[in-house]
């Protein structure tokens, strides 16, 4: 896999896979293009197709929200962006990082915890089509 800076075509680019899918309407060319500015942002790239984007948005200082979109072709390539993300992560020198995933897709919630997020809390009608949420974070100290 090839990681590269996030654009806001890569965002364009990728189908995304069924437990995301609501999110493809909500990624305008307004929306990809700030993400892009704002945060620090990568997309993971294989035989010329976007697999996965993800990134950080500053909320203040030693406080950050991580994302992560992935592609319907994300599943063989889930070592790859395991490690890409790890490695990304470890270079954010950012207090709390923390993040959001679907109640009701486990293996949202079995990648989240392997990143060495911490459960925090659940968040009910939360997502964008009202499904609840579970708050994680990760902190560095």
């Not at 364009?12 to 500015?37: F, H, V, W």
């Not at 909320?59 to 790890?86: M, N, P, Y």
Request: hydrophobic residues 45%; proline residues 5%; charged residues 20%.
């Amino acid at each position: 896999m090839i990681v590269l800076p996030l654009r806001p075509y890569h965002l364009r680019e990728m189908t995304l896979q069924n437990s995301q899918a609501y999110a493809g309407p909500l990624i305008t060319d307004e929306y990809a293009a700030t993400i892009c500015k704002l945060g620090e942002a990568f997309a993971g790239m294989t035989h010329g197709q976007v697999v996965c984007c993800a990134g950080v948005l500053p909320q203040w200082e030693g406080r950050a929200i991580a994302w992560a979109l992935f592609s319907k072709d994300a599943g063989r390539h889930l070592h790859g962006i395991t490690k890409a993300v790890k490695q990304f992560l470890e270079l954010q020198r950012i207090r709390r990082i923390e993040t959001w995933v679907d109640a009701t897709f486990p293996p949202a919630i079995r990648w989240i915890e392997m990143l060495g997020f911490q459960f925090e809390a659940e968040m009910r009608a939360y997502g964008p089509q009202g499904q609840t949420g579970l708050l994680y974070s990760r902190l560095w100290e």
